[in-house]
């Protein structure tokens, strides 16, 4: 008898398998509230830390200018780069045996500097960086050269490109040898301490009402005294009742587009404070017709609040570098502490040139000085 062998095809016996269950409608919004509540717990964190990020970003690229800013002087008897006295002091120079005209050689400049403020061009030189612009073989530096340094600057320099600057902004008045619409110059330098009691273009004009403010000479930087401001978030030209644009005429007047008066003043253009709240056009911003006013700070202080039509009153917040090579935040009203903004011995004998916070909060250094009873800053 032959063993048994086992019918292949003699499967064992399989119940038949249960449904499986679905999610229910309640099961599965009770998970979509899970997820969503996670990430209402999870986005404002993720973005704090991008925030975060952003203003190390900033901070260092300020931080290397400021440093490039002292290097330069140590190197240049204490001259400070961006002056139209120093490194912008070519384009006032007159075409050999021809008369001296302010911009007789808008079409053959020097390669280094684009206009008679910029301190960004001469700082790459000087830091090593090679862009567009040849000062070694004039030849090279044609207008369309000088168009695509000023790009250079706001789209390639890695210590000019601020995360945080969203801001784009066309040419104030454009031409054929003008940079198109593109990222706003990041940074601003202050023309306290680069321009003269010149009238414009070489200097920036006596403000009566506050004196040394500027020297009939080039200011150096051993005679600026502790604690002034060198580099700061800043968009130049904004205000409140534009979007944001730029000057980048060779000779462009009161700083250009790299430099301002410093945020102290009420009538700036690098962070207008017009519209912030206490200030004279906060009304208009929060009542008027939608779009005709903007709270033009964001621009520049580009930390914190970011909308220019937000009517809210939270806190805008920028990044400023001392000359002693030091970072600090502030927001817009404290960064108008005119200790910040004048070289050591300005004399301030009006009050009609700061904003109102200024006057409230700084009423111990301006709330009451006349002729005769300045402030002197030091």
């Not at 099961?27 to 979509?32: G, S």
């Not at 009542?287 to 006013?293: C, E, M, R």
């Not at 009203?333 to 009050?351: C, E, H, L, M, V």
Request: glycine letters at 8%; aromatic letters at 12%; hydrophobic letters at 35%.
């Amino acid at each position: 008898m032959f063993p048994h062998k086992p019918n292949p095809f003699n499967f064992p016996h399989r119940s038949p398998r249960a449904p499986r269950r679905a999610f229910t409608l309640v099961e599965l919004l009770v998970v979509i509230a899970i997820i969503a509540l996670l990430i209402s717990i999870l986005l404002p964190g993720l973005a704090r830390a991008r925030e975060a990020a952003r203003n190390i970003v900033c901070q260092s690229n300020q931080r290397s200018i400021a440093q490039g800013i002292n290097t330069y002087a140590t190197d240049s008897k204490d001259a400070i780069l961006g002056s139209p006295s120093t490194t912008g002091f070519w384009w006032f120079q007159a075409t050999p045996g021809g008369p001296s005209r302010i911009g007789e050689r808008e079409t053959q400049w020097n390669g280094t500097a684009v206009q008679i403020f910029d301190w960004v061009g001469p700082m790459a030189e000087f830091m090593g960086y090679d862009g567009p612009g040849n000062p070694a073989d004039p030849s090279e530096n044609t207008p369309a050269t000088r168009i695509e340094r000023f790009d250079w600057y706001r789209n390639q320099l890695p210590w000019m490109r601020d995360p945080a600057n969203q801001v784009i902004a066309s040419p104030y008045i454009p031409s054929a040898n003008s940079p198109g619409t593109g990222p706003q110059i990041a940074y601003c330098m202050s023309t306290q301490f680069t321009s003269t009691e010149d009238p414009p273009p070489f200097g920036t004009g006596i403000r009566p009402n506050i004196r040394n403010l500027r020297y009939p000479t080039p200011i150096t930087l051993n005679r600026i005294g502790n604690q002034k401001v060198a580099v700061y978030d800043g968009a130049r030209y904004s205000e409140v009742n534009t979007q944001p644009d730029f000057d980048d005429r060779p000779t462009a007047n009161f700083g250009g587009s790299f430099a301002d008066t410093g945020i102290w003043f009420n009538n700036n253009r690098s962070v207008d404070r017009s519209a912030a709240p206490g200030e004279p056009l906060r009304r208009a911003f929060v009542f008027g017709p939608q779009g005709l006013i903007f709270d033009a700070r964001v621009w520049g202080f580009r930390h914190g609040k970011k909308s220019a039509e937000d009517r809210s009153e939270k806190q805008v917040l920028g990044n400023m570098a001392f000359f002693d090579g030091s970072v600090r935040q502030f927001d817009d009203g404290q960064a108008t502490n005119p200790d910040y903004w004048f070289p050591s011995g300005t004399k301030i004998t009006d009050r009609l040139q700061f904003y109102n916070y200024t006057l409230a909060n700084f009423a111990n250094k301006i709330g009451s000085v006349s002729p005769t009873n300045p402030y002197i800053v030091p």
